[in-house]
């Protein structure tokens, strides 16, 4: 942590770099709601590094989606998110000019994923999750 930095579960290195949260995610994962992490106070997330990486295909019959956001906001950051092709797909919410202050969290913000497949039972997806974000060294 930063020097005069409050005690935080967030991640925080001292250093001026780029953090990560990192969580795996697969079809046995449906309609479960998983913690990816916590990024700390003063974070500026950044949206264009901060996604899913499919590396294998959810197979479900309608729909193979994955919502991401906040303990209060399931899909802030992304809704419906396409898990049915191999690919990196970026984050696609609170983007614009009228909300891009949801890129900066003020307090410790826990990030968070849902996993929605629906149709014919899947057997087969796997797919990591990063959120990219750059700490407050001065706080």
């Keep these: 942590m930063a020097t005069g930095t409050a005690a935080t579960t967030a991640r925080q290195l001292a250093t001026q770099q780029v953090h990560y949260l990192r ?3 697969t079809f046995a994962d449906n309609g479960l709601v998983k913690t990816v992490g916590t990024i700390p106070a003063g974070s500026q997330m950044i949206n264009l590094t901060s996604g899913v ?3 294998e295909v959810f197979n ?33 919410e609170a983007a614009t000019a009228a909300n891009v202050n949801t890129w900066y969290v003020t307090v410790d913000t826990t990030i968070t994923a849902t996993v929605a497949l629906s149709g014919t039972a899947a057997t087969t997806g796997a797919a990591e999750i990063i959120i990219s974000y750059i700490v407050d060294n001065d706080r």
């Design 23 to 25: 969580c795996g995610i």
């Design 53 to 55: 990486y499919i590396r």
């Design 60 to 92: 479900a019959g309608t729909a193979n989606v994955l919502d991401i956001g906040t303990t209060a906001d399931d899909d802030l950051y992304a809704t419906d998110l396409a898990l049915g092709t191999k690919a990196f797909v970026a984050i696609d």
